[in-house]
């Protein structure tokens, strides 16, 4: 880790645990406060971050970590599950920033996550994401983390519990456009993702989807010459996601339209508001890294090691940006949240907006959920 990085994400550790345990007490307290919260009639405007029992996830080789800490090629295939970014509770907040391991903070009691790296030391638990994933396999992981909850009593009280469920996919989509440009059309994409939704909207009861939008997969080539990249990465790269690491400006302007509307049609989708329909079931757009920009070194040169040894994963530097922004993501009114991934503090809840934001919220709870500073 950079120095730099290492003391600010230790400063954002200090301040949200001060914050966590000024507002919340010690963990007595903060079991009374969510025994009080389950007592009421619960709504989704109004859960709070100590109200989340369960955290799940489902996506590609991001979201299962591939890489995230691999020092060699052949390290890409392992699953860093353990630190992944939205499902990931390794170790705790203090080493490895995880959005289980924020909440863990509110909830030292929230279940879930995954753990461990390797085939054989791993824990998937409720994170579904499978390397190399498209689009058109999320209504199979919809079922399979369906399953997996309401199989998993010791992990779930399945209608009761308040669940946090993450979903990213779509690169793995682009990378196949030259292949496949049926199949990884933006109209394919979100016909899949749809599905995929209302499988959740009509299985899952308590639950609060952070649907993050892609971002801008043409930087990959700029990810292949920055700083720490290699020759090996870069190759690599172009073995993983051939068609966007090697494309011609021509190319690129294809991908830059294609992803674009992958977005675009993922923001109409939910602005329909089809997933609102419940009281205790939500879609919630989390756009944190939709205008990508990469992460740069003090000379101004992209960063690549927030990329794995392959330029094209995320290394466990870019996992815990991703997990941070996710965070800070959900405590920002939908309408205002910040649609760039940066090393930022991270936020926290406050009394008067203690309230995870969601569509139906955004417009009651004002919109000053504090940076700490
Ligand atoms: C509170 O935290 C302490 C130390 O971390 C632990 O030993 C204890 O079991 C916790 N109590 C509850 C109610 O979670
Ligand atoms: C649920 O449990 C049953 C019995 O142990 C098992 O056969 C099935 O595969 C499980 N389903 C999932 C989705 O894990
Ligand atoms: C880019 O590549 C495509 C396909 O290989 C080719 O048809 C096109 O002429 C190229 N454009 C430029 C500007 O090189």
Not at 76 to 81: D, G, K, S, V
Not at 241 to 250: I, M, R
Not at 337 to 362: A, E, H, M, Q
């Amino acid at each position: 880790m950079h120095r730099r990085f290492f003391l600010f994400v230790l400063y954002c550790i200090l301040s949200l645990l001060t914050i966590t345990s000024a507002t919340l007490g010690k963990n007595t307290t903060v079991a009374k406060t969510r025994y009080t919260s389950k007592k009421l009639p619960c709504k989704f405007h109004e859960l709070r971050p100590q109200d989340v029992d369960v955290v799940g996830a489902m996506g590609d080789s991001i979201t299962a970590g591939n890489g995230a800490e691999a020092t060699h090629m052949i390290g890409i295939l392992r699953e860093f599950r353990g630190l992944s970014w939205s499902a990931g509770g390794d170790n705790t907040l203090e080493t490895s920033i995880t959005l289980p391991n924020i909440l863990k903070k509110f909830n030292p009691q929230v279940k879930g996550y995954s753990t461990g790296t390797d085939l054989k030391t791993r824990d998937l638990w409720f994170n579904a994401a499978i390397a190399g994933a498209r689009s058109s396999e999320i209504p199979g992981q919809a079922w399979e983390l369906i399953g997996r909850m309401k199989n998993d009593s010791q992990r779930t009280n399945f209608e009761n519990d308040w669940k946090v469920v993450t979903i990213f996919i779509g690169i793995n989509d682009l990378c196949a456009l030259d292949r496949d440009p049926v199949g990884a059309s933006p109209e394919s994409y979100i016909k899949t993702l749809e599905e995929g939704l209302d499988i959740l909207h009509a299985e899952l009861p308590r639950t609060l989807v952070n649907l993050v939008e892609i971002w801008d997969i043409h930087l990959l080539q700029q990810v292949a010459h920055g700083y720490g990249s290699t020759r090996a990465c870069r190759l690599a790269q172009a073995a993983e996601c051939n068609y966007v690491s090697t494309a011609n400006d021509t190319e690129i302007e294809v991908i830059k339209a294609v992803n674009d509307e992958y977005q675009r049609l993922t923001e109409e989708l939910i602005a329909t508001g089809k997933y609102d329909t419940e009281n205790d079931f939500t879609v919630v757009i989390q756009p944190f890294i939709k205008d990508t920009v990469l992460p740069c070194t003090e000379n101004g040169e992209v960063d690549s090691t927030y990329f794995a040894v392959d330029c094209f994963h995320f290394s466990t530097k870019a996992q815990a940006l991703a997990g941070m922004n996710l965070w800070n993501n959900m405590l920002e009114p939908v309408g205002s949240k910040t649609t760039v991934w940066g090393i930022k503090d991270l936020k926290c809840p406050t009394k008067d907006n203690p309230y995870i934001y969601t569509n139906r919220n955004s417009n009651q709870q004002s919109s000053n959920a504090i940076i700490n500073r």
